[in-house]
Nanobody
């Protein structure tokens, strides 16, 4: 089964930038949605950004204007460029890929993003 592998997390100062990457270990057919979620300690997992197969995007209000989602469908990859990071962006970030084919949903293992001075 294809696995999603994430990279790019780390420690950054407020105002800094990070770029998260998520790529499949193999090709995923019939992708419909690719996205990023995050989960802070003691909080529920929340949507950060998604991009649908037609190219439309949706962002959480808290990240609009600062984060940008992009994809490389040939690589079954999704990226998240995060600029002007704030301490409240600190969380474990997970990528997700939805497909019309089984198993329909894939999750990455999570990558820690810490924003602190």
């Amino acid at each position: 089964q294809v696995q999603l592998v994430e990279s790019g997390g780390g420690l950054v100062q407020p105002g800094g930038s990070l770029r998260l990457s998520c790529a499949g270990s193999g090709s995923i057919a019939s992708i419909t949605v690719m996205g990023w979620y995050r989960q802070a300690p003691g909080k529920q997992r929340e949507l950060v950004a998604v991009i649908i197969s037609g190219g439309g995007t949706n962002y959480a209000d808290s990240v609009k204007g600062r984060f940008t989602i992009s994809t490389d469908n040939a690589k079954s990859a999704v990226y998240l460029q995060m600029n002007n990071l704030k301490p409240e962006d600190t969380a474990v970030y997970y990528c997700q890929v939805l497909s019309k084919s089984r198993p329909y949903a894939y999750w990455g293992q999570g990558t820690q993003v810490t924003v602190s001075s």
